[in-house]
């Protein structure tokens, strides 16, 4: 039996043919809305760009000019890489740079066995032949500028050599992120054990980071002081009556870094414990279950689910110690005579000395630096981690 259709209304139109009538003012509220987004950000990212864009260029601008006061106002020289020629290969060079030493034979030694063990990799790479003709040479130029660096921070060591600000800043740097690193991992490892006490110690190791690092730098001013500090008994019955910190430039250097180290220590210590209270604690068992001893369990599942987190942090403590001013400037005033005088205190004394585009230059140099740096750990890390 077949079921008859009904006849359509011609006067009544089929649901899948209608469309509905959208006026003008829909389609621009329909339009408002997919970009709405937009105009809600657009003033934040504006507001960002000016603030960060705008003091680089007009800095670019200074370092590329010469800035001086004149009758009614002041006025600008356009010098181009004159300020930057001036702390490279002039006046200021060995200031910069610093003096270079006598190189003994061990120290040649030394600087050949780094070269060796940086062009290793770049060696694997080429006997692989998986790497980019590009790639290869990219990382041959970051070899042989780190080894540039390396050469002239030995050379400048060595002995009869001054290190320059530049090199002061690398050795607070590197010395310094790399025992805070250490000296945190080690106290993160002790609060994470049950020991009694551990909740009060975590509470404890953070007390310097609650000090504005200016009133770091007078604390440690007073604890170096010989004659007049708290511990001035103490110095009188080791022999250091006499003896000044700021009067010696390895002294002086210690003095800024043990103080730094201090200062710095508790955030790498909260952020590793953090890092430790986080991983996998079956693997952990797993291990000593099968038999492995702490160290083994240490080297082989803790430090492999932490190196992450730990090369973050350290290229940030790393960024963050090339701006070192307020320990040097307070301290020792970056003496004895330049011996403690990072790149941002040689930069704001310049300043301070109206030498503008001087400063500038310093400051765009220290930006090269940590950009090269920074993108040279990232490198290696990164090999490392792809070899694993």
């Known amino acids: 039996m077949q079921l008859e259709q009904s006849p359509k209304s011609p006067l009544v139109p089929e649901e899948s043919h209608y469309l509905p009538i959208r006026t003008g003012t829909q389609k621009v509220m329909d339009w408002l809305d997919r970009r709405a987004s937009s105009f809600l950000i657009m003033p934040a990212v504006l507001a960002i760009l000016f603030l960060s864009l705008f003091p680089l260029l007009v800095s670019l601008f200074l370092s590329l000019s010469r800035f001086k006061f004149v009758p009614g106002g002041f006025q600008f020289t356009f010098v181009g890489l004159a300020n930057y020629r001036k702390l490279l290969f002039g006046s200021e060079r060995n200031h910069f740079l610093g003096v270079l030493g006598q190189f003994p034979w061990w120290a040649w030694a030394l600087f050949i066995l780094i070269v060796v063990l940086l062009l290793l990799p770049w060696f694997q790479k080429v006997r692989s032949r998986k790497t980019s003709i590009r790639e290869l040479i990219g990382n041959l130029v970051l070899v042989a500028l780190i080894s540039g660096?390396?050469?002239?921070?030995?050379?400048?060591?060595?002995?009869?050599?001054?290190?320059?600000?530049?090199?002061?800043?690398?050795?607070?740097?590197?010395?310094?992120?790399?025992?805070?690193?250490?000296?945190?991992?080690?106290?993160?490892?002790?609060a994470t054990q049950k020991i009694p006490g551990r909740r009060f110690?975590?509470?404890?190791?953070?007390?310097?980071?609650?000090?504005?690092?200016?009133?770091?730098?007078?604390?440690?001013?007073?604890?170096?002081?010989?004659?007049?500090?708290?511990?001035?008994?103490?110095?009188?019955?080791?022999?250091?009556?006499?003896?000044?910190?700021?009067?010696?430039?390895?002294?002086?250097?210690?003095?800024?870094?043990?103080?730094?180290?201090?200062?710095?220590?508790?955030?790498?210590?909260?952020?590793?414990?953090?890092?430790?209270?986080?991983?996998?604690?079956?693997?952990?068992e797993a291990?000593?279950?099968?038999?492995?001893?702490?160290?083994?369990?240490?080297?082989?599942?803790t430090f492999p689910q932490i190196l992450p987190v730990s090369t973050t942090l350290f290229l940030i403590r790393m960024i963050e110690a090339f701006k070192i001013v307020d320990l040097p400037y307070v301290l020792t005033n970056g003496g004895p005579g330049t011996a403690t005088e990072s790149m941002t205190l040689q930069a704001y004394i310049s300043w301070r000395s109206l030498d503008l585009g001087g400063s500038a230059a310093i400051a765009y140099l220290l930006l090269f630096l940590v950009t090269f740096l920074g993108t040279a750990f990232v490198s290696l890390i990164r090999s490392r981690l792809a070899e694993v």
Do not use: C
Not at 216 to 244: C, E, H, N
């Open 149 to 190: 660096l390396i050469y002239l921070v030995l050379r400048t060591l060595a002995p009869s050599g001054r290190p320059g600000t530049m090199v002061v800043t690398i050795l607070y740097v590197f010395i310094g992120a790399t025992i805070q690193y250490t000296l945190g991992l080690i106290l993160a490892l002790l």
């Open 201 to 284: 110690f975590r509470v404890v190791y953070l007390i310097p980071m609650m000090i504005t690092p200016v009133g770091i730098a007078y604390i440690f001013r007073m604890l170096v002081d010989t004659d007049k500090g708290p511990f001035q008994p103490i110095w009188q019955a080791l022999g250091l009556g006499l003896f000044s910190w700021v009067n010696e430039p390895w002294g002086a250097r210690a003095a800024v870094m043990i103080g730094d180290i201090w200062q710095w220590t508790p955030f790498m210590f909260i952020v590793l414990l953090a890092a430790l209270e986080g991983q996998s604690v079956e693997l952990l």
């Open 287 to 301: 291990a000593r279950v099968d038999g492995a001893n702490r160290w083994q369990a240490f080297w082989h599942i």
